[in-house]
């Protein structure tokens, strides 16, 4: 079973940075692509980027490109978001997945297993 610990979330001032981090227990994290998704009060859970096992493919939804990195250190079964230029509509609890596709698409939520419990971004003035 893989299980994941997200953390990293806050209450920050749009325009402002937070790097959140997923780390990996239980079988090993290196094997599969990791997803991170959002949840806004209200709204569906959506993909936001994706890393594939290797680190050679990367998505990122419109919405958060050119502000958001995503990276994995294989060696710590950690993956993190980088998230810059931070706005209001980031707001949202944020989980890390994993066994989905990654590709030149937007990760779907019903295609991965294994979840985090989520962390809490907040964006606000």
């Known amino acids: 079973q893989l299980q994941f610990v997200e953390s990293g979330g806050g209450l920050v001032q749009p325009g402002g940075s937070l790097r959140l981090a997923c780390a990996a227990s239980?079988?090993?994290?290196?094997?599969?692509?990791i997803g991170w998704f959002r949840q806004a009060p209200g709204k569906e859970r959506e993909g936001v980027s994706c890393?594939?096992?290797?680190?050679?493919?990367?998505y990122y939804a419109d919405s958060v490109k050119g502000r958001f990195t995503i990276s994995r250190d294989n060696a710590k079964n950690t993956v993190y978001l980088q998230m810059n230029s931070l706005k209001p509509e980031d707001t949202a609890v944020y989980y890390c997945?994993?066994?989905?596709?990654?590709?030149?698409?937007?990760?779907?939520?019903?295609?991965?297993?294994?979840w985090g419990q989520g962390t809490q971004v907040t964006v606000s003035s």
């Open positions: 997945a994993a066994n989905g596709l990654c590709g030149n698409f937007r990760p779907r939520v019903y295609e991965y297993d294994y």
């Open positions: 239980g079988l090993i994290s290196a094997n599969y692509n």
């Open positions: 890393i594939s096992s290797s680190s050679s493919t990367t």
